[in-house]
Each structure stands twice: as C-alpha cells, then as structure tokens.
C-alpha cells in the first residue's frame, strides 16, 4: 500500500517540508529512547581484550600462539554478536551507523585505529619479552572499549 505522500501527484512543497520534519522529529525521538544494555560495553570491551592478546600471542614464540590468535578471534566475534543481540533485545531495533555517513566513517575508523594500536603494542610487548606489560595492554582494550561507546550513543544522540 503506498502511503499518501507516494500515491498523490499533487503534493505541494509544504506538506513535503512537513513530511521530513515530522520524520526528522521520529527520528530523534526514536534516538533518544536508545540505551546501551548493562554489560554491553564490559562484554564489547572483553572481546576486544581477548583479540588483542590473542593478536600479541600469535606473535610470540609460544607453541600455542597461533591457537590463542583463534581463540581471541573467536572470543572477540562471540562478544559482538551477544552485545548486539542485548541491544537489540533491549532496544527493539539494531542501529547501523549514526545517522550520517560522515559521523559513521569517524567512529569506525576511531575504534579500528585504537584496536589496531593496542594490537601492536602488545604484540611489540610480547615479542619484546615483556608478556605481562602486553596483558596489561590487552586488558586497556576494555575501557577504551566503554569510552568509545559512549561517545558513539552520544553522537549518535545528538543526531551525527
């Protein structure tokens, strides 16, 4: 069935104006109920430890390396979807992105630069024999997990 706005020829630019403002306004709305799950960034920020310890264990000489960089993987792949699945749950809704292609791009590329630094710094720790300084890295992962989601609710609240 199509809506009044797609079946009628003669919409005049005001009842337009009015349509994407009241979109606008469902929007916000909409954004504003939004709220991170409790444990959502615990459990984001855990897989992601776990992937970057696995990444510095892959690079040691430990006979298992190659194993612990799967299991970190794995690990980090569970915590994604389980977070996702709570927020879902919680919110009725999956959001993909902030609202604006721009605001998307910044957080995501924020978030794999960050990853990607831990990554190599524990890897750098644990080939450099320092194994305890690389977990100390890995687990950094888990508050730097929570600050990055909050700023993306609060981007994406404010409409970004």
């Known amino acids: ?7 009628s020829r003669d919409i005049t630019p005001a009842a337009a104006r009015a349509a994407l403002e009241d979109a606008r306004r469902a929007r916000s709305s909409f954004a504003g109920d939004l709220v991170l799950p409790r444990g959502y960034s615990l ?16 690079n040691s000489d430990w006979s298992f390396g ?15 979807a ?18 604006g292609r721009r605001a998307s791009v910044m957080v995501a ?3 794999v630069a960050l990853i990607l630094v831990l990554c190599v710094a524990a890897a750098w720790l ?13 687990l950094a992962a888990v508050p730097s997990t929570a600050l990055v989601d909050r700023w993306w609710m609060a981007r994406h609240r404010a409409g970004a």
Not at 1 to 7: I, V
Not at 93 to 99: E, R, T
Not at 127 to 137: F, I, K, N, S
């Open 109 to 111: 590329a924020l978030f």
């Open 66 to 80: 190659s194993a612990a960089f799967v299991l970190g993987l794995l690990a980090q792949l569970a915590a994604t």
């Open 43 to 58: 459990l984001t920020g855990a897989g992601n430890a776990a992937l970057v310890g696995g990444v510095a264990a892959g």
């Open 82 to 99: 389980e977070a996702r699945r709570r927020f879902k749950q919680r919110n009725g809704a999956w959001i993909d992105g902030l609202g």
């Open 126 to 138: 644990t080939v450099g024999d320092r194994p305890v300084l690389a977990a100390l890295v890995a």
């Open 1 to 7: 069935m199509l809506s009044g706005a797609e079946s």
